[in-house]
């Protein structure tokens, strides 16, 4: 299995400060098929599902705005997040897809204002 | 726009059985994967399987495989999970959630999740 590792497990922002979330994987995930890095950021805030943020480690959804971005290649892969707004306010997590076995996610990451 | 409604959870004791449902609309199921992900009460996610989008491959979890089936009738255009012998660390939220692509891939978007619990 591939292993997936955040740091840090939680962390406190002041609003228009930027955070920075990273995610490790225990193997590459970078397909040398296509250059691509097989992965996805998610946000999970209470009580909602997870909500896709970021694919291919870099492209951002429709819609998620470009505070959001994501970084990274091989193993080690970043999440920014720029003017950080109390809306972010959630738990974020990585996931790799480069196999299906299994799909893993990391252990998640808590973010506070 | 892409939905997904989840249902069919349930308070369950252990080794009984339940099916889920996930009702999708707005795309054409056989061209996509559909996966479940659950995620236990406080806890991250956990990938539990995967159906391609012609429904002819499967993957499982190692902690589902032999006890869960997933399955998926692209006619009316629903994805379902069928659980056997449940244990008491199933109990979870479970989440139906469209791949990317035919064979996989991320998550999106993902279904409101309907509760299992597992317990005497």
């Known amino acids: 299995d591939i292993v997936m590792t955040q740091s840090p497990d939680s962390l406190a922002v002041s609003l228009g400060e930027r955070a920075t979330i990273n995610c490790k994987s225990s193997?590459?995930?970078?397909?040398?098929?296509?250059?691509?890095?097989?992965l996805a950021w998610y946000q999970q805030k209470p009580g909602q599902p997870p909500k896709l943020l970021i694919y291919?480690?870099?492209t951002r959804e429709s819609g998620v705005p470009d505070r959001f971005s994501g970084s990274g290649s091989g193993t080690d892969f970043t999440l920014t997040i720029n003017s950080l707004q109390a809306e972010d306010v959630a738990v974020y997590y990585c996931?790799?897809?480069?196999?299906?076995?299994?799909?893993?996610f990391g252990q998640g990451t808590k973010l506070e204002i | 726009e892409v939905q997904l409604l989840e249902s069919g959870g349930d308070l369950i004791q252990p080794g009984g059985s339940l099916r889920l449902s996930c009702a999708a609309s707005?795309?054409?199921?056989?061209?996509?994967?559909m996966s479940w992900v659950r995620q236990a009460p406080g806890k991250g996610l956990e990938w539990v399987s995967v159906?391609?989008?012609?429904?002819?491959?499967?993957y499982y979890a190692d902690s589902v495989k032999g006890r869960f089936t997933i399955s998926r009738d692209n006619s009316k255009n629903t994805l379902y999970l069928q659980m056997h012998s449940l244990r008491a660390e199933d109990t979870a939220v479970y989440y139906c959630?469209?791949?990317?692509?035919?064979?996989?891939?991320?998550?999106?978007?993902w279904g409101q999740g309907t509760l299992v619990t597992v317990s005497s």
């Open positions: 707005g795309f054409t199921s056989s061209s996509y994967a």
């Open positions: 996931q790799q897809y480069y196999t299906t076995l299994p799909y893993t």
């Open positions: 959630a469209k791949c990317s692509g035919s064979g996989g891939g991320w998550f999106d978007p």
């Open positions: 193997q590459s995930i970078l397909h040398s098929s296509n250059n691509k890095n097989y």
């Open positions: 291919w480690a870099s």
């Open positions: 159906i391609s989008g012609s429904g002819g491959t499967t």
